[in-house]
């Protein structure tokens, strides 16, 4: 195919679920339409810009921690698992997205950085959590 790098570019901005790349430091390289949308930034302010700029502050150690051992060992502990985390889009609101991850490796077998799919979760969460506790409160007057 002779457009193949065309059609993978289009693969990656259309697709309707963020697509976000970061380098084995954590920098993003690759963010599209989806993630401009789901988090807030444009691709001017994420491109370059620390995978810190949507992850909560008290949550960096242990998502560094996280990110640094996969990286080190080419393969993170949830492969084929969607997650679902709390992250902060740019004008400060927490959300929730469930998010998909793989480190990309090169013809080498060595480790290029991580990407992520992510989808915007939170209204879907947020009815979850009130079911529940709706549930315990039920659950609390038949005691």
């Given at each position: 195919m002779d457009n193949l790098p065309e059609m993978n570019e289009a693969i990656i901005e259309q697709?309707?679920?963020a697509v976000i790349f970061a380098d084995l430091k954590g920098i993003i390289g690759v963010w599209n339409t989806a993630a401009e949308r789901i988090f807030g930034f444009s691709k001017e302010d994420a491109l370059g810009a620390s995978l810190d700029?949507?992850?909560p502050e008290p949550f960096r150690q242990a998502h560094w921690q996280g990110f640094d051992r996969a990286i080190a060992d080419r393969l993170t502990k949830y492969v084929g698992q969607s997650l679902p985390t709390k992250t902060v889009r740019s004008d400060g609101s927490t959300i929730y997205v469930e998010l998909s991850f793989s480190i990309l490796l090169d013809a080498a077998d060595e480790a290029l950085?991580?990407?992520s799919m992510a989808r915007d979760i939170t209204e879907r969460f947020e009815q979850d959590r009130k079911n529940r506790k709706r549930?315990?409160?039920?659950?609390k007057d038949a005691n």
């Open positions: 697709c309707p679920d700029i949507i992850i950085g991580a990407l549930l315990a409160e039920l659950g």
